[in-house]
């Protein structure tokens, strides 16, 4: 049986939780009500993916990573939470999306599972102006080429696990040919 030992309202609403059940204590931490997070994977014709540069609290750096953000109530669901998030962060409007599947960030710490979104847009044009004025903390938005990704991954640019899992998830998705 598991209890809860602190609960923050968010957003996102997050719940810190304990159980002994197991023949040892766990804690870990739980998004309470039922709205995951989105990853945004933005590919254009040239196969350049769009990345969003952050200043990251946790680990007092700037960290180069896919957009992303928390559903919220406001959402039918992750392909309009990825659309608002990707608006919010880039400027970019979203034509459409598909759903890629979902990724266990930590399940030793946490039960949070966010979805992957591919996502493609008439327009590719980053309106950075527009995405600081609404996401104060992007710092900087940019389209990077495949060969300029796995630089970025060789040379420890990009090191957020998530953005690494999503675009792997990614690559295994894609059409070839």
């Known amino acids: 049986m598991s209890e809860s030992i602190f609960r923050y309202a968010g957003p ?14 766990a804690v870990w931490v739980e998004q309470a009500g039922g709205l995951p997070g989105v990853i945004i ?13 952050q200043w990251r609290p946790s680990v007092a750096s700037e960290v180069w990573q896919l957009p992303r953000g928390y559903s919220d109530d406001r959402d039918s669901g992750p392909l309009d939470s990825a659309r608002r998030e990707l608006y919010e962060e880039t400027g970019i409007l979203a034509t ?13 710490i946490t039960s949070s599972a966010p979805t992957v979104v591919r996502c493609w847009s008439a327009d590719e044009t ?4 527009f995405a600081s004025q609404l996401a104060e903390n992007i710092d ?15 040379k420890g640019v990009l090191t ?4 690494l899992a999503a675009l792997m998830l990614h690559r295994a998705g894609r059409p070839t040919g």
């Open 41 to 53: 994977v933005v590919e254009r014709a040239d196969l350049a993916v769009l990345f969003v540069r």
């Open 126 to 129: 980053i309106s950075t102006g």
């Open 96 to 108: 459409h999306g598909e759903l890629m599947g979902s990724l266990l960030v930590d399940p030793g």
């Open 140 to 154: 900087e938005v940019a389209w990077v080429t495949v060969d300029e990704v796995d630089a970025w991954i060789a």
């Open 12 to 25: 996102p609403l997050l719940e810190v939780c304990r159980s002994s059940d197991a023949g040892y204590t």
């Open 160 to 163: 957020d696990a998530l953005s």
